[in-house]
């Protein structure tokens, strides 16, 4: 198993800081302390059923173990502390001509190893309402959410700040230097994703040759929530050196009808621009509209891209998109997405803890190059979740995930994905 000189040296020096506390203002550190480990078995299964596709299967098996510590602050006016992570994977099944599921990493000769693992810390300062961390960092803000979608999550090393001094108001700034891929074992340089292989018109190219790395990925962002009317508005900005940069503009509405009924409302705009003429032009509305009925939620979505290439993000990142979901982003240049989704409490039948949630995403007008017919790919997901209520296996939790795709740019892909995760708590 192997860590990063990085990350070792931040485990290092963040012991160093929380062993030099004086006993007398280490009460709230250890009071307020938390930790926990969870336990993630992850089993996926990708069928590629288009002709074009490198391997006809993706298929891999892992254990994950995820310990997270989170300490409190010390007293005093600028109270300090310190989180640490320590996140492994282990190999149950794997081949070389099934991997590549992102479960695992994969060697030069397309084999996973048997285990791969990652340390992490964070050195933490609270001054009143507002709070400085330094190290490894897992942001989930509208320009840069981490990715959490396979046996390990997605990680980066750098600065955030954030400021709840006024109330109802929530302020971001920050920059990222480093990024952990979810199955990876290295701090490498920040990457920008491939656009999912579509085509950007300015210069008839896959816009896949503008990839950009950068060692300074910069963040901020304002969000206000207005009292109880049930009303949020937000603006984030992004600036990805040497690629884009991105301003989102958004709001959400939750109209209580009454006990048993609500409408909910979600609105969401970016633009992004080039950054050293990396010929990055996007405008993204999306939005969706959510109706709940008792232990019923039905909801419809629409997503529109344009401008002369498709959404840009961080590679890996859960973007902010309504449209995002189990493979797809329906993000491609020029390409318009709806969104039909149901879901399901089965409380309702008396059977706490079951859940379903079941959606359909059609994507159409996806530009495909000059001279191309413009291209299509729809989207059907389903996933059941159960979360064991009591007994001895209260909290474990079990769910599959299925997928179907069939598009013009990623092809023909059958996806199944069955998840057991459980937490014990350590303090």
């Known amino acids: 198993m192997k860590f990063s000189p990085l990350a070792r040296s931040i485990g290092l020096g963040t012991l160093a800081v929380a062993l030099s506390i004086p006993m007398a203002a280490q009460a709230a550190f250890i009071e307020d302390s938390k930790a926990g480990l969870e336990l993630r078995n992850f089993y996926m299964n990708r069928d590629f059923r288009h002709e074009t596709a490198t391997q006809s299967k993706a298929e891999e098996w892992a254990q994950?173990?995820?310990?997270?510590?989170?300490?409190?602050?010390?007293?005093?006016t600028v109270g300090v502390g310190v989180?640490?992570?320590?996140?492994?994977?282990?190999?149950?099944?794997?081949?070389?001509?099934?991997?590549?599921?992102?479960l695992l990493p994969r060697d030069s000769d397309k084999r996973a190893p048997s285990s791969y693992g990652e340390l992490g810390a964070t050195f933490k300062a609270r001054l009143s309402e507002n709070t400085l961390k330094a190290g490894t960092l897992m942001p989930k803000l509208?320009?840069?959410?981490?990715?959490?979608?396979?046996?390990?999550?997605?990680?980066?090393?750098?600065?955030?700040?954030?400021?709840?001094?006024?109330?109802?108001?929530?302020?971001?700034?920050?920059?990222?230097?480093?990024?952990?891929?979810?199955?990876?074992?290295?701090?490498?340089?920040?990457?920008?994703?491939g656009f999912s292989g579509n085509q950007g018109k300015r210069n008839n190219q896959s816009t896949r040759t503008h990839q950009r790395e950068t060692s300074k990925f910069d963040f901020a962002g304002v969000n206000y929530t207005w009292g109880d009317t049930g009303l949020s508005t937000g603006y984030n900005f992004a600036n990805f050196d040497g690629a884009y940069k991105q301003?989102?503009?958004?709001?959400?509405?939750?109209?209580?009808?009454?006990?048993?009924?609500?409408?909910?409302?979600?609105?969401?705009?970016?633009?992004?621009?080039?950054?050293?003429?990396?010929?990055?032009?996007?405008?993204?509305?999306?939005?969706?509209?959510?109706?709940?009925l008792g232990y019923n939620s039905f909801g419809l979505g629409y997503q529109k891209m344009s401008g002369d290439t498709g959404y840009a993000y961080i590679e890996l990142v859960d973007p902010f998109l309504t449209n995002y979901i189990q493979i797809r982003d329906f993000a491609a240049t020029d390409?318009?997405?709806?969104?039909?989704?149901?879901?399901?409490?089965?409380?309702?039948?008396?059977?706490?803890?079951?859940?379903?949630?079941?959606?359909?995403?059609?994507?159409?007008?996806?530009?495909?190059?000059?001279?191309?017919?413009?291209?299509?790919?729809?989207?059907?997901?389903?996933?059941?979740?159960?979360?064991?209520?009591?007994?001895?296996?209260?909290?474990?939790?079990?769910?599959?995930?299925?997928?179907?795709?069939?598009?013009?740019?990623?092809?023909?892909?059958?996806?199944?994905?069955l998840i057991v995760s459980y937490t014990i708590p350590l303090m």
Do not use: C
């Not at 994950?64 to 005093?76: D, H, P």
């Not at 958004?250 to 409302?265: I, R």
């Open 64 to 76: 994950g173990f995820l310990l997270r510590y989170e300490s409190g602050f010390t007293e005093g």
């Open 83 to 102: 989180d640490a992570y320590g996140f492994t994977g282990f190999k149950l099944d794997s081949g070389r001509g099934t991997s590549n599921t992102g």
């Open 142 to 193: 509208p320009t840069v959410s981490s990715g959490d979608s396979r046996l390990l999550p997605q990680t980066f090393t750098g600065v955030h700040v954030n400021s709840k001094e006024i109330e109802n108001l929530s302020v971001d700034i920050g920059r990222l230097g480093r990024m952990n891929q979810r199955n990876s074992t290295d701090n490498a340089p920040i990457l920008l994703n």
């Open 247 to 292: 301003h989102i503009v958004n709001g959400v509405y939750t109209l209580q009808l009454d006990n048993n009924q609500s409408l909910k409302t979600d609105l969401r705009y970016a633009k992004t621009s080039e950054d050293a003429k990396s010929g990055i032009d996007n405008k993204a509305i999306s939005g969706m509209l959510t109706y709940k």
């Open 335 to 417: 390409e318009k997405s709806w969104q039909a989704r149901y879901d399901y409490n089965f409380a309702g039948l008396g059977m706490p803890g079951l859940s379903l949630m079941t959606r359909y995403v059609k994507g159409s007008d996806i530009y495909m190059g000059a001279g191309a017919s413009r291209g299509n790919e729809w989207e059907r997901d389903t996933d059941i979740a159960y979360i064991f209520q009591d007994g001895p296996m209260k909290n474990l939790g079990v769910k599959w995930r299925n997928a179907t795709l069939r598009s013009d740019i990623s092809g023909k892909i059958d996806e199944n994905r």
